[in-house]
């Protein structure tokens, strides 16, 4: 640990495994004059606190592209490369591999989503940081959720789940809640152990701002996604 309390050559782990149904080869599609994954993977190598970047894939196509944009390749076996399969899983293997031999299980992991890819240049850094200076076990990335009013239908009837209707208060005299939004987690060995979950007993939260909450998991979402990187400068 460094003087300023982060933690230098931290390792980034991102989960990418081959099928999609909502976007065939979702995590290599052209994005922005890049594959999506490539994305993810250049903003954790350009991280002063990322030492290495690894991406857990059963995908070829993908292992290559990764290895292209200077990440290192652990290969996912089947049994945990289907749709129903959890990250979690996914990461305890990387973990576990020969590749990461002797890295403590209570040091932290940055754990990115490669459909994600809305992160700003210092993003990881101050997650990490604010990781780092609270204590904490787990990490989980978020956008404030304002203006959303969210209904769902219970036993017939449709009712407020984040809102009373028949007490409609103002934005502003509302209690803040909070979207995950997948862009970044933090956590470590012994939490995926222990909890069987990305999330522990001493969550801290990292917010972010509204319009990186949007993530690509259809076509539809690549034009929007597009329009962010380029109209807030992360394109390059």
Do not use: C
């Amino acid at each position: 640990m460094d003087s300023d309390g982060t933690m230098k050559d931290a390792i980034a782990i991102i989960p990418a495994r081959g099928g999609s149904i909502g976007l065939p080869g979702k995590n290599i599609h052209p994005v922005a004059g890049k594959p999506l994954i490539a994305w993810t993977i250049l903003q954790a190598r350009q991280s002063p606190v990322v030492g290495r970047v690894l991406v857990s894939t059963d995908s070829p196509e993908i292992a290559a592209v990764a290895l292209r944009y200077g990440a290192e390749v652990i290969e996912r076996p089947p049994a945990l490369s289907s749709a129903s399969s959890p990250s979690e899983k996914a990461l305890l293997h990387a973990l576990e591999s020969s590749a990461l031999e002797g890295y403590p299980p209570d040091a932290p992991v940055v754990f990115l989503q490669a459909t994600s890819p809305l992160r700003k240049e210092t993003d990881i850094e101050n997650a990490l940081g604010l990781f780092m200076r609270e204590g904490a076990d787990s990490l989980v990335s978020v956008t404030r959720a304002d203006d959303l009013t969210i209904w769902e239908r219970r036993e017939g009837r449709w009712q407020g789940v984040n809102f009373d209707h028949a007490d409609r208060k103002m934005r502003q005299e509302r209690n803040p809640q909070y979207i995950e939004n997948g862009s970044i987690y933090i956590l470590t060995e012994n939490v995926l152990r222990k909890f069987d979950n990305r999330v522990g007993e001493r969550l801290v939260v990292y917010p972010m701002e509204f319009w990186q909450t949007w993530e690509i998991d259809t076509v539809e979402e690549v034009d929007l996604v597009e329009y962010y990187l380029f109209r807030k400068g992360l394109a390059g």
